[in-house]
């Protein structure tokens, strides 16, 4: 049975519509829901669909949010436009998107619990407060913004590297049947990573390919390379193993395969991505100065992997 949780105020306004100068994280009632952000843009849609079908998956809520940011007033009073009148549009409008949205995703799934919320503030901070109490924060890898050929915006890539808990952009291509790819690198950051893989796969039937890349000499005079049995890196698949033991006996219906590969973890990643339904990476959070010099992995794959990229960020 579909439940939506959207509360109506005594003049038939929604909780959206009411309060919408609050943060969109004090509009949701559910803890543990599938978030979605929705701005009216093709990217969004897609991203909307993706986490229905997750949620419905999962058994879980579905939360469709809109932010809107307040424009600055010193530029509003040069222009003359009422402050008042736009803001009331803007809630409005983002009330609408997310109404809109609810009932695509409830005609996806009409079994769907879904709620809906609309805030206004700084997109990128609402976005990670709500990261802390979703299960699954989904977002579209391109938006409405000023520019917007931009990779990403800047807001998805920003999100993904700094929430509290998963968040998935949906970027163009992928559900290409070749099932979930997890990069792990060896380390404790990956294991988070590997368990969401290996629990996607469960629920969803689909095949799994845990991939490790790693770099030596040989790969700057011949190019990326599989590591097969008959080469010597067993300390590799040793590392391997450590990372994924105990995931198979979990998940022993799960089709895995393991691929060593020889090259940069980026490109790899990015090549391996065709095709996929969803590429899962770990992710441990860097000052910000250490991102400006050394841009990660996760960055990379983001702004250029074939279809859904579900970051997860490593234990603290």
């Not at 402050?83 to 009932?103: F, I």
């Not at 690198?185 to 990573?193: F, L, P």
């Not at 039937?205 to 700057?220: N, S, Y």
């Not at 390379?225 to 067993?234: I, K």
Request: proline share 3%.
């Amino acid at each position: 049975m579909d439940t939506d949780l959207e509360n109506t105020d005594s003049q038939g306004h929604t909780d959206a519509e009411a309060d919408s100068g609050l943060s969109v994280a004090d509009h949701l009632t559910s803890t543990g829901a599938v978030v979605v952000a929705v701005d009216g843009s093709e990217h969004a849609e897609d991203a909307l669909a993706w986490a229905a079908d997750h949620a419905a998956l999962h058994h879980r809520p579905l939360a469709v949010v809109s932010v809107w940011e307040p424009v600055p007033s010193m530029w509003l009073d040069t222009t003359g436009i009422n402050h008042t009148v736009l803001y009331a549009e803007l809630a409005s409008a983002g009330a609408d998107r997310v109404k809109v949205a609810a009932e695509k995703a409830r005609s996806l799934h009409p079994e769907l619990s879904i709620e809906t919320a609309v805030g206004r503030g700084d997109v990128r901070g609402e976005l990670l407060r709500l990261s802390k109490r979703a299960s699954l924060l989904v977002l579209g890898s391109r938006g409405r913004g000023p520019i917007r050929s931009l990779l990403l915006g800047s807001v998805s890539a920003a999100v993904a590297r700094h929430a509290l808990g998963p968040v998935v952009v949906v970027r163009p291509g992928g559900a290409g049947g070749g099932g979930v790819l997890v990069g792990i690198d060896g380390t404790e950051r990956s294991m988070g990573a590997v368990t969401a893989a290996y629990e996607q796969a469960a629920a969803t039937g689909q095949h799994l390919t845990v991939l490790h890349c790693f770099w030596d000499a040989r790969v700057a005079y011949a190019g990326a390379m599989v590591v097969d049995e008959s080469d010597d890196a067993a300390d590799v698949r040793a590392l391997v193993a450590e990372t994924t033991a105990g995931l198979a006996e979990k998940h022993p219906d799960v089709d895995v395969e393991v691929r060593i590969v020889r090259g940069l973890a980026d490109q790899v990643l990015v090549a391996e991505s065709q095709g996929r339904d969803l590429v899962v990476l770990g992710y441990h959070r860097q000052h910000a100065l250490g991102e400006a010099l050394f841009p990660s992995v996760v960055t990379s794959v983001l702004e250029h992997a074939h279809g859904a990229v579900m970051v997860v960020p490593a234990r603290d």
